[in-house]
């Protein structure tokens, strides 16, 4: 298995430029989710997923959109970035359990908008 | 809403030394889970603490979880260069499925 996948690993991209962040899991997990990670902090919500087709807002959705057409890819897309944009996008996935859902994280995009 | 802190922010330590980073959350929690992040890297899942008063061990780390599921902590004794990166808890209350990361506790390890 290769757990999370992430593409790109890096971008930099121009203010008001678009861009979709790839996601892909094959270990069947029925939630996903994306985090952001600013320098030195911790992991911000952005948006998570509990089966294809559902999708719904965490911490800090602004600027972000998500769909889930199948249950292995969630796609993560920046409309107009901005600088405040710039960040580390972490995506995860778990199982559907009520007590045991250790996350299992990508590798992370590193995006920096100038 | 829901916040999870974590202290300290940084800590230098001579390997060797014993660690200990803390966990609080504003809200009674379900279950706390907590993940180390190497330099560079990405969160890795370490340990899920479920029960009050729980008590759980993996070699020279030890991590508790308070009595009123509200606070938990991580102690490494005799830290060792390998144990360097950030530490996050996270925690999760009864309904769904998320988490919430505290800020994380950066260890870093002078040999």
């Known amino acids: 298995n290769a757990g999370v996948t992430q593409t790109p690993k890096f971008r930099i991209l121009k203010i008001g430029q678009s861009m979709t962040l790839q996601c892909t899991q094959d270990m069947n997990h029925n939630y996903m989710y994306w985090y952001r990670q600013d320098p030195g902090m911790g992991l911000k919500l952005i948006y998570y997923?509990?089966?294809?087709?559902?999708?719904d807002k965490g911490e800090v959705p602004n600027g972000y959109n998500v769909s889930r057409s199948t249950t292995e890819d969630f796609p993560l897309r920046l409309e107009l970035a901005a600088p405040s944009q710039t960040s580390v996008y972490f995506c995860?996935?778990?199982?559907?359990?009520?007590?045991?859902?250790?996350?299992?994280f990508g590798p992370g995009t590193r995006l920096t908008v100038l | 809403g829901q916040q999870v802190m974590q202290i300290p922010q940084y800590q230098h330590v001579q390997e060797g030394e014993d660690f200990t980073t803390y966990c609080n959350s504003s809200?009674?929690?379900?279950?706390i889970q907590w993940y180390k992040q190497r330099p560079g890297g990405h969160p890795v899942f370490l340990i899920q603490?479920?029960?009050?008063?729980e008590v759980k061990k993996q070699k020279r780390l030890t991590f508790q979880f308070g009595e009123a599921k509200k606070n938990s902590s991580l102690h490494i004794t005799a830290t060792q260069t390998t144990d360097v990166g950030t530490y996050f808890c996270?925690?999760?209350?009864?309904?769904?499925?998320?988490?919430?990361f505290g800020g994380g506790t950066r260890l870093m390890v002078k040999p």
């Open positions: 996270a925690g999760r209350r009864n309904a769904g499925n998320m988490l919430t």
């Open positions: 997923s509990v089966g294809a087709g559902i999708t």
């Open positions: 809200t009674t929690l379900s279950n």
């Open positions: 995860a996935s778990s199982i559907r359990d009520r007590v045991y859902n250790e996350q299992f």
């Open positions: 603490l479920v029960k009050s008063g």
